[in-house]
């Protein structure tokens, strides 16, 4: 057995999962976990989290939440809606809307004006830049010219994006306390257990 010629098959493989087709359009990534260490892509990790790191979240969730009672706002729209699921989406189109639901959920909590929570956040905001980091991995490198996510996924990440031009601080904050546990949960759990997720 020649070893020599592992590095290039590993390359090759790389190479027809991310190249783009003689017509231009944008191939269809390998399903999580079809090509393993190929980009680094390790989700299954976060199947589920420890009941230390879910603790730490509650505490923080429980912490906004009182402080947003103290608060006048009242929204309007859900950012959120229940009736969004990732099985929704084909399975190489959920990491993307997952990193693009998490990056929001960062910039929020990092911004928060709210110092008396910052000591409260820390863990949580320590786990959620792990996930992240890892998760990004998994998110397929996108064109600068060619096809853009069409149809739910183009939906769901336009309303991301808009949402911090839109809405309040205080509906942001409300708005990604309140999904919290469900992208923990629901969402993570969706992604991280790849095609099985169903």
């Known amino acids: 057995l020649n070893t020599d010629v592992a590095p290039g098959c590993r390359l090759l493989l790389v190479l ?24 680094g892509c390790h ?26 009672l103290q608060k006048d706002w009242n929204c309007s729209s859900r950012l959120f809606p229940r009736t969004r699921d990732l099985r929704q989406l084909q399975v190489w189109e959920r990491p993307v809307a997952l990193e693009a639901e998490l990056a929001l959920t960062l910039n ?6 709210n110092s008396s929570l910052d000591h ?15 998760l990004q991995a998994c998110v397929p490198a996108r064109p600068t010219a060619g096809p853009r996510p ?5 939906h769901w990440l336009h309303r991301l994006q808009e949402a911090p031009k839109k809405e309040s601080r205080d509906c942001l904050e409300a708005s990604v306390v309140f999904n919290l546990f469900r ?15 169903v």
Not at 52 to 63: G, S, Y
Not at 108 to 113: D, H, K, M, Q, R
Not at 183 to 194: F, H, I
Request: with cysteine; net charge positive.
């Open 120 to 134: 409260i956040l820390d863990q949580p905001l320590h786990t959620l830049h792990h996930i992240h980091s890892k």
């Open 150 to 154: 069409r149809g739910r996924l183009h």
């Open 183 to 197: 992208l923990l949960t629901r969402d993570l759990k969706c992604v991280a257990s790849g095609d099985q997720c």
């Open 43 to 68: 989700m299954a990790q976060f199947k589920s989290l420890s009941p230390q790191e879910l603790q730490a979240f509650k505490r923080a969730k429980d912490a906004f939440e009182e402080s947003l």
């Open 16 to 39: 027809m999962t991310v190249a783009p087709s003689r017509t231009g359009a944008v191939p269809v990534p390998s399903p999580l976990g079809a090509l393993p260490g190929a980009r």
């Open 108 to 113: 929020v909590l990092e911004a928060t004006a």
